[in-house]
């Protein structure tokens, strides 16, 4: 029997002609809006920006929670720790990360909104 050596073709993906670069959503969002801001615009429009963003966070920080919560409370009803036992240690870690991802983005959430708070009274006051 003969001993053939095997080539792997490696396939290259065209990355550089590639549109979307990133795979989170806040990225791609500000990509296809085509929102820039420069240091020449009015101090106005820079606010708006800074105001936009913040919301944005806000915003992407209010589903992310929704989502945790969901996926906790489907865990929580299904009581799928007594129905597959074998994975009962993987449901368990999962529910505490869950639950601290769910805090961190609580608090990325009200630092959003306090810092929008706190400086609109700023421009009202």
Do not use: H, W
């Not at 080539?7 to 809006?33: G, Q």
């Not at 589903?63 to 129905?83: F, M, S, V």
């Amino acid at each position: 029997m003969k001993n053939k050596n095997k080539k792997l073709k490696i396939i290259k993906l065209p990355m550089e002609n590639n549109n979307m670069k990133y795979l989170f959503s806040f990225p791609f969002i500000f990509y296809n809006l085509d929102v820039n801001v420069s240091d020449s615009d009015p101090m106005i429009t820079q606010l708006a920006y800074g105001v936009f963003l913040l919301s944005l966070v806000a915003f992407f920080c209010l589903i992310n929670i929704i989502g945790y919560l969901l996926a906790y409370y489907i865990i929580q009803k299904g009581d799928y720790e007594t129905k597959y036992p074998k994975f009962s240690r993987i449901i368990n870690y999962y529910k505490k990360v869950n639950l601290f991802f769910l805090v961190i983005e609580a608090i990325l959430c009200l630092t959003c909104l306090t810092i929008l708070i706190f400086y609109s009274s700023l421009f009202i006051l």
